[in-house]
């Protein structure tokens, strides 16, 4: 059987601080199976930020593997330098 999965990205809070200088723009990477999404960027939104986005994967069920984890990668927008990784949560 074949369906759809809907997470819906609201918020954070407290993460911690990656910038020195000025607030953090968060964004997250959402994994299922081979299926990647990205948030929008919550810029200038520092240490607690709200998306209110929501994101479709296709998804089989039974799965042979029986994994049906879905991976979400916080990560903070930088300009200059690579984008810092803030925390993960499966």
Do not use: H
């Amino acid at each position: 059987m074949n369906g759809i999965l809907k997470v819906e990205l609201v918020d954070a809070r407290a993460l911690k601080d990656a910038d020195t200088i000025g607030k953090m723009d968060p964004y997250v990477l959402i994994q299922y199976k081979d299926q990647k999404l990205k948030s929008k960027v919550a810029k200038d939104q520092g240490s607690n930020p709200v998306w209110n986005d929501e994101f479709s994967f296709w998804v089989q069920y039974p799965v042979e593997d029986e994994d049906y984890t879905i991976c979400l990668k916080i990560m903070d927008k930088d300009t200059f330098t690579s984008d810092d990784f803030l925390g993960e949560a499966k």
